[in-house]
Nanobody
Framework: VQLQASGGGLVQAGGSLKLSCVPS????????MAWYRQAPGKQRELVAG???????NYADSVKGRFTISRDNAKNTVYLQMNNLKPEDTAVYYC?????????????WGQGTQVTVSS
């Protein structure tokens, strides 16, 4: 299973981007979906997550600016990023946890670069 992430790019501070991520296997029984990011020299961190029931959680640094959503019919997760700041610059990775029988597997996307200029 591969996760295809898209939507990254270069934007000025205050601008917006929308990331999307879709798995190659459409018949996955997906549990949680999330976005992580990793800036140069820093550890990968959770940006936002969304459960199968639609409950969401966010890193404090993005609350009020980013919105995670999912389309269960398309098995797609989105991250709407508004009022971007230079410190949001990072490679963004989508993460999906899906059931394979009774086991919960974790899948990662290839990453999409987001660069915010000041």
């Amino acid at each position: 299973v591969q996760l295809q992430a898209s939507g990254g790019g270069l934007v000025q501070a205050g601008g917006s981007l929308k990331l999307s991520c879709v798995p190659s296997e459409r018949r996955l029984s997906i549990n949680t979906m999330a976005w992580y990011r990793q800036a140069p020299g820093k550890q990968r961190e959770l940006v936002a997550g969304i459960s199968s029931g639609g409950s969401t959680n966010y890193a404090d640094s993005v609350k009020g600016r980013f919105t995670i959503s999912r389309d269960n019919a398309k098995n797609t997760v989105y991250l709407q990023m508004n009022n971007l700041k230079p410190e949001d610059t990072a490679v963004y990775y989508c993460n999906v946890r899906a059931y394979d029988g009774i086991f919960l597997d974790t899948y990662w996307g290839q990453g999409t670069q987001v660069t915010v200029s000041s």
